[in-house]
C-alpha cells in the first residue's frame, strides 16, 4: 500500500466533507448488500460514529445476477434474488478520520471491508456524501436558492 497515495485520498475526502458544512442532524447508512452480517466490520463502523440516536435494520431482496455464483441466494417468485441488509442510524458527528481511513483502504490492504457500504445523509441540508473507495466519492447536494 503506497501511504502517500492513501494519505492523500484521506486529505480529498476530508476536504471534500468538511467543505460540505455538515451539521449534526446525520442519517448515516451502512448497506451489507450481502447480508454477510461481519460484525467486525460493524464494530468498527458503529465506533466511528459519535451521539448514535435511534437505529434501525432491517432486509429486502434484490436481484444481482453477475456475481450470483459468489454469493448465495434465495427463490422468491421463481427468481434468485440476494438479501440485502440496511442499517440506518441517527448520530450527531463522525470520526471522519477513521471511518474514511478505513474505507480508502477496502480494496488495497486494510482491515475492514467498507468499500461502497457507507453513506452519509445531513438531514438538515438533505446533502448525501458517499466515499465508496480510494477510487472516488459522490456528493449529492440540492441546488441552493438565491434570492432576487
Known sequence: MNEAY?????NLAENMYNGLH??????????DCYSEREQENIFFFESCLKGIGQTESYCFFWKFS?????YPAALANNQEVHV???????????????????????DIGGKYDLAS??????MATSCLFHLYDDRGLW????????AK
Not at 440485502?84 to 477496502?106: N, P, V
Not at 457500504?117 to 445531513?122: A, E
Not at 456528493?139 to 438565491?146: F, G, L
Open 66 to 70: 453477475p456475481m450470483k455464483e459468489t
Open 22 to 31: 455538515v451539521g449534526t442532524d446525520l442519517l448515516i447508512v451502512y448497506e
Open 6 to 10: 492513501v494519505a492523500e485520498c484521506l
Open 139 to 146: 456528493v449529492s447536494k440540492p441546488a441552493e436558492k438565491r
Open 117 to 122: 457500504k457507507v453513506f452519509i445523509l445531513d
Open 84 to 106: 440485502c441488509t440496511r442499517r440506518l442510524y441517527e448520530a450527531k458527528d463522525i470520526d471522519t478520520r477513521r471511518l474514511f481511513l478505513e474505507i480508502i483502504c477496502s
